[in-house]
């Protein structure tokens, strides 16, 4: 098993910055890739952004990129989302995802249980 933790959520003004961590534990030796996943009230989760554990490359939803960094820290096993000029619509609880097999649609193995992003207009 791997365990999730996110943390750095929060309220934000619209055009401000947040950074989200995820603190991986567990089986991380059984982790090939990571991952952001949103999601809004009243709508479906999403994917927004990933990363391989060992190589480093990157993924993003094409509407973020511009605007949302992923990295990671092996040593530390951790995972960050630097998330910049945030707006109302990116409002969602923000979701850490893990797993032994890649699949940023639907998502892997190993979720945490998310931490809130909250950009009032």
């Known amino acids: 098993q791997v365990q999730l933790v996110e943390s750095g959520g929060g309220v934000v003004q619209a055009g401000g910055s947040l950074r989200l961590s995820c603190a991986v534990s567990?089986?991380?030796?059984?982790?090939?890739?990571m991952a952001w996943f949103r999601q809004a009230p009243g709508k479906e989760r999403e994917f927004v952004a990933g990363?391989?554990?060992?190589?480093?490359?990157?993924y993003y939803a094409d509407s973020l990129k511009d605007r949302f960094t992923i990295s990671r820290d092996n040593h530390k096993n951790m995972v960050y989302l630097q998330m910049n000029s945030l707006k109302p619509e990116d409002t969602a609880v923000y979701y850490c995802n893990s797993g032994p097999r890649v699949d940023y649609k639907n998502g892997m193995d190993y979720w945490g249980k998310g931490t809130l992003v909250a950009v009032p207009s």
């Open positions: 567990g089986r991380t030796f059984s982790v090939v890739a």
């Open positions: 990363i391989s554990w060992g190589g480093g490359r990157t």
